[in-house]
């Protein structure tokens, strides 16, 4: 009994070692206080959470909960008023702003709800600006082959629809191959079925390019397609869950 207890503990711990060595983010006692003249106002309280290699979680919470504040930090664009976070072997809380833009631009791809495209140029054209800097990347084309825009490349964004010119975002983020995508309410301006078709493309980046994939929503239904949903209320992360069976994006319903 003792040996297989013994036995039991040590696989216990090579579990932990190994699902440490895997979490490429490492978030400690995360707080960001906001300050607005005499008032403050605490976006995020103390949150503890590790993001693994290649897995696609669902940070999930009302508006104002703390969502997008987390997400901002974990991509290096704001910093926490206290707590670390640490990134590999990068220790993003004590980065100054060069080393944050260098994280940002070698190893993260964002997406947003609005799609930030720069209306003079093509959906080719808007891909290109990341494949010029990037160190990396793929091309532009494959990038917009990849979301299924292959015949849309040399349109503008005027003359593309809201889940094109979100395609079109998802392919200027994965162009410069990330480790990291970073989602923020990528269907929020969607109608369902467009929103549906968006998440199949940020699934199948997330399971063909093996990239770390967080999306954040207010929109329960989305949590289902989800390795683990983390759902954060009130600045605190309240409650974790892994899905013990992942459904695809065609089969959510909201």
């Known amino acids: 009994m003792k040996e297989q207890?013994?036995?039991?503990?040590?696989?216990?711990?090579?579990?932990?070692?190994?699902?440490?060595a895997d979490a490429v983010f490492q978030i400690r006692g995360v707080t960001k206080v906001y300050r607005m003249g005499e008032v403050e106002v605490h976006a995020l309280k103390g949150v503890?959470?590790?993001?693994?290699?290649?897995?696609?979680?669902v940070l999930l919470g009302a508006s104002g909960s703390g969502k997008s504040t987390l997400l901002n930090i974990i991509g290096g664009l704001d910093t926490p008023t206290e707590g670390t976070v640490v990134y590999q072997d990068h220790i993003l809380t004590?980065?100054?702003?060069?080393?944050?833009?260098?994280?940002r631009r070698e190893h993260v791809g964002?997406?947003?709800?609005?799609?930030?495209?720069?209306?003079?140029?093509?959906?080719?054209?808007?891909?290109?600006?990341?494949?010029?800097?990037?160190?990396?990347?793929?091309?532009?084309?494959?990038?917009?082959?990849m979301v299924g825009l292959s015949e849309r490349i040399d349109h503008f964004p005027a003359q593309l629809s809201g889940g094109e010119q979100q395609r079109v975002?998802?392919?200027?983020?994965?162009?410069k191959q990330p480790d990291v995508l970073l989602c923020d309410e990528p269907t929020g301006a969607l109608d369902v079925t467009t929103g549906k078709l968006v998440l199949k493309v940020i699934e199948k980046v997330n399971r063909e390019l093996?990239?770390?994939?967080?999306?954040?929503?207010?929109n329960a239904a989305i949590a289902a397609m989800a390795d683990r949903v983390i759902h954060i209320g009130s600045?605190?992360?309240?409650?974790i869950i892994r899905n013990s069976e992942k459904k695809s994006p065609e089969t959510l319903v909201w």
């Open 94 to 103: 004590s980065a100054d702003e060069s080393e944050l833009t260098r994280f």
């Open 235 to 239: 600045g605190r992360i309240t409650e």
């Open 48 to 57: 503890d959470l590790e993001l693994y290699r290649g897995e696609l979680v």
């Open 110 to 145: 964002f997406v947003f709800q609005f799609y930030n495209l720069i209306p003079s140029l093509t959906a080719l054209e808007n891909v290109e600006l990341i494949t010029e800097i990037a160190e990396s990347p793929i091309s532009a084309k494959e990038a917009l082959e």
């Open 5 to 20: 207890r013994q036995r039991s503990d040590a696989q216990t711990s090579e579990a932990s070692v190994n699902a440490a």
């Open 169 to 175: 975002a998802i392919a200027r983020a994965v162009a």
């Open 210 to 218: 093996g990239t770390t994939t967080a999306i954040i929503t207010h």
